[in-house]
């Protein structure tokens, strides 16, 4: 966004912003400058603009304010108390208030990254059309139209090395190439935006902070292919990205750029939005393309593939919301410059989701190949607790979990993959020492065998009999042989699976024995969890050695399981406790084991 002699003021507003306060704080900003009467006192107009997520959501609610005297200042954890002070001594008295300005970690979150498909999220009003126009929105799709033959598009998507952000990695101008050469007068586009990988949020953001992205990359791909309609896939349990991109299909309609003969260009598409009832079988194309046709959200064995008979048996082309997204930078600044970032096998950037046991939680946009190292150390500022690094499980509950001796592998397709984990749609869950990683698998494979639709034996029965068996080496009831059990049951639910979440399903589980079976032997052979995590083999006791008495323990324990005197060595009333881990996470110390 252009930073004109005005004064601007943005507050984060995606769903992270929102549930931190961000309405109170816009609304505290809009009475108060009216109230104080800002704009005379300045002599300056002064816009309060909401945007979409700006990506450190653990820092909420952030707010910029841009001035031509301060240019731009960076505040977090705001709150509506402390709005009075900004408009004050920022905005008319030209001084930063630097105790609740972001700290130095802020900028290395920012400036480490690079933003191409978020260009525009933390930047701009995700419901004001002109706001996009400013940006060159729907500069992209004209040029297309007025300049390029739909060939002509589809062969610059594939010199741009683009690769499907969905977690398979197709190249997208393969995959278009086969839906614009299937025979037809009608064909669909489909967005997929069934995001269901636990803790990744990349879809919801960009859709809730830029939706006019998707919409121009969306008519670019049907101009490419010859469609004229498409539908968005959007999971019910994201009500503001819904909310956000139906009243940008609305503004388009109204303002000519969606429909027929949009902006008087001769090219036709409509489009609309389709609500997912949450099934994670359902980001599988076939299955999301039955869920769209009212049917039971079941994959469908393929060929046929979907380009050449796919929603209602025409030919359909389905890409994720990130991959759209990056399509009308590849127009706008052309092929070559978007396959000069990244790797050689992956170009462009990529936009994880980074959880777990990590200081700066948050949305992350860098270029492709940089290491798994850089991303959780360099911008999101490494363990949290200062604890160790222990494993990262990267691509969603169908990845694997990285150790510590592979932490430089480069976050591309291929280099995942050789590490034993995959791209995916993006999620990063970090782990530190206190994981169990047999727990772990346990977890995510107890996600994928809920999510199961069921339709074909390995996946419905086999991940309901790994489970059983990680269940029990978990509760210290595992045998030896559980382990080969597990490896051989995993490798055949692989190869014998019908669709994407049974053939991915036992990664965890694979990846896990891989480099931590230490931890399984000692779940079976020594009836302990290495980790103290696994709440059937805990048996805490106190280190008196480490013990520095200050009763961090007895105010953490629910259960009256601590005995402590000021001054003296805490007790631990083996009877009374509930193995629920309070004073094991509470003591900073690690007096207790």
């Known amino acids: 966004m252009s930073d004109n002699a005005g004064i601007k003021i943005l507050i984060c507003q995606g769903t992270g ?27 300056k107009r002064c816009d309060v603009v909401k945007t979409g997520c700006r990506g450190l959501c653990a820092n909420d609610v952030l707010v910029d304010v841009i001035t031509p005297e301060l240019g731009r200042i960076t505040y977090d954890f705001v709150v509506p108390e402390d709005v009075a002070a900004i408009l004050d001594q920022h905005i008319v008295g030209n001084e930063v208030i630097e105790k609740k300005k972001a700290k130095a970690y802020y900028n290395t979150f920012v400036d480490q990254q690079m933003r191409v498909v978020m260009t525009g999220c933390g930047q701009i009003d995700p419901e004001r059309l002109d706001a996009y126009l400013e940006e060159d929105g729907f500069k992209a799709i004209e040029k297309c139209i007025k300049e390029m033959k739909p060939a002509e598009v589809v062969d610059e998507v594939k010199k741009s090395g683009l690769r499907g952000r969905g977690g398979g990695g197709f190249p997208t101008g393969m995959k278009w190439s086969f839906c614009a050469a299937s025979p037809g007068n009608h064909k669909y586009l489909i967005c997929n935006a069934d995001e269901g990988d636990p803790g990744a949020f ?93 049917e039971r959200g079941m994959p469908r064995p393929r060929p046929p593939f979907p380009a050449v008979k796919g929603l209602w048996g025409f ?16 127009i706008n600044k052309g092929s070559e410059w978007y396959a000069s970032l990244g790797t050689d096998t992956t170009k462009g950037t990529k936009i994880f989701a980074v959880t777990g046991k990590v200081k700066h939680t948050g949305l992350v946009e860098v270029p492709a190949g940089m290491s798994v190292r850089d991303v959780i150390y360099q911008v999101c500022g490494g363990i949290a607790n200062n604890r160790k690094f222990k494993a990262v499980q990267a691509g969603g509950p169908s990845g694997g979990c990285i150790p510590a001796e592979v932490l430089d592998t480069p976050v591309d397709y291929d280099s995942l993959i050789k590490a ?87 990664n965890p589980i694979l990846s896990t024995v891989k480099y931590f079976r230490h931890e399984y032997e000692a779940h079976i052979q020594d009836k302990r969890c290495p980790s103290n995590s696994c709440k059937e083999l805990l048996l805490w006791q106190v280190v008196p050695e480490k013990c520095v008495k200050c009763g961090a323990c007895l105010r953490a324990c629910p259960s009256n399981a601590i005995k402590w005197e000021k001054g003296e060595v805490a007790e631990l009333i083996k009877e009374n406790c509930t193995k629920c881990k309070s004073c094991y996470d509470a003591c900073r110390f690690m007096a207790i084991e």
């Open 420 to 506: 034993g984990a995959m791209m995916g749609s993006g999620g990063l869950v970090v782990m530190d020492e206190t994981t169990c990683m047999v727990d772990v698998a346990r977890f995510f494979l107890s996600f994928t065998k809920m999510e199961s639709c069921g339709k074909c034996v390995p996946c419905r029965i086999g991940l309901k009999a790994m489970l059983d068996i990680l269940e029990r080496i978990t509760e210290g009831r595992g045998e030896m042989a559980d382990i080969d059990t597990l490896l051989e049951m995993g490798a055949t639910i692989k190869k014998a699976s019908l669709c994407g979440l049974g053939q991915t399903a036992p």
């Open 202 to 294: 990349m879809d919801r953001s960009i859709l809730e902070g830029d939706p006019y992205c998707v919409i121009e990359g969306m008519m670019i791909a049907a101009y490419a292919i010859g469609c004229d309609a498409g539908y968005v896939y959007v999971r019910a349990e994201y009500p503001l990205a819904i909310d956000r991109l139906q009243k940008a299909l609305d503004t388009c309609y109204e303002k000519g750029y969606l429909g027929k003969n949009i902006q008087g260009w001769g090219f036709d598409f409509d489009m609309r939005i389709k609500k997912g009832a949450g099934a994670f079988v359902c980001g599988e194309e076939t299955a999301l393309m039955a869920s769209i046709e009212g």
């Open 315 to 330: 030919p359909t082309n389905i890409n994720n919301v990130e991959t759209f997204a990056n399509v009308r930078h590849i």
């Open 17 to 43: 912003g929102i549930s931190a306060g961000a309405k109170q704080v816009e609304a505290e900003f809009t009475r108060l400058i009216a109230e104080k009467g800002i704009v005379a006192q300045v002599g």
